[in-house]
């Protein structure tokens, strides 16, 4: 993955600056010069060809859902569209969560068949969704700090646990050209795709038992 995914990102990195495809200063970007916003795209890129390659059903249908997600991104990026207008793929997404997974999300631990587990997983694919997109625009920052849930997400039973060796190598292969200085940011594809695992990760996690799910 992490060979499959530096090469996405390199050429997203080169084309994105010949067609002038940047970001624009603003509050949580402060460089002058335009830096491609396309890193998402080479993460979603990179998991999806690992999973074809190695026919992963989970990292498949993580993938799936989160499909409203790209195609969101990809057009506010380019046409920097209103946060009402994030809010319609992000709801989406949550909307293919609940119907792709409703009998595996977290919140049957604690009221099945309720309007309580659509409800809450919308909230928690909003919030953090918007939450990893505010800090998209710190050098390395997001990178790092999705690649240190990692470990969690490899030893505790959730849907993403055979995934985790692909979001890693996919982490990594945009943490190198996202370092300080960045050649490449996430934008929204990659804010909100990164925001999802994390949901994803929390929502899908089955409890062996009432006291491991306190703990987490």
């Not at 996405?8 to 080169?14: G, K």
């Not at 050098?139 to 240190?148: F, P, Q």
């Not at 960045?182 to 949901?199: E, H, K, M």
Request: charged share 10%; glycine share 8%.
């Amino acid at each position: 993955a992490i060979g499959i995914g530096i090469s996405i990102q390199y050429l997203l990195v080169v084309g994105g600056q010949r067609l002038r495809m940047g970001s624009k200063k603003n509050f949580r970007r402060i460089k002058e010069e335009k830096i491609p916003l396309l890193g998402g795209v080479g993460i979603f890129l990179t998991l999806l060809i690992s999973a074809i390659t190695f026919n992963n059903h989970q990292l498949m249908t993580f993938l799936l859902i989160a499909s409203p997600l790209l195609v969101g991104g990809i057009i506010d990026d380019l046409f920097e569209f209103s946060a009402k207008f994030k809010f319609i793929f992000q709801f989406s997404t949550a909307v293919l969560l609940v119907t792709l997974k409703y009998d595996e999300l977290i919140w049957q631990t604690w009221a099945p068949q309720t309007l309580f587990v659509p409800i809450l997983t919308v909230f928690f694919v909003v919030c953090l969704c918007n939450a990893v997109n505010f800090i998209d625009g710190l050098d390395g920052i997001v990178a790092l700090y999705v690649m240190s849930v990692i470990p969690a997400i490899y030893l505790i039973p959730n849907g993403l646990q055979l995934t985790s060796p692909f979001l890693l190598g996919a982490l990594i292969s945009f943490y190198l050209f996202n370092k300080y200085p960045a050649q490449i940011y996430l934008g929204d594809v990659g804010s909100n795709l990164l925001g999802f695992t994390l949901a994803y990760f929390f929502l899908t996690y089955q409890p062996t038992d009432l006291s491991h799910f306190t703990l987490l």
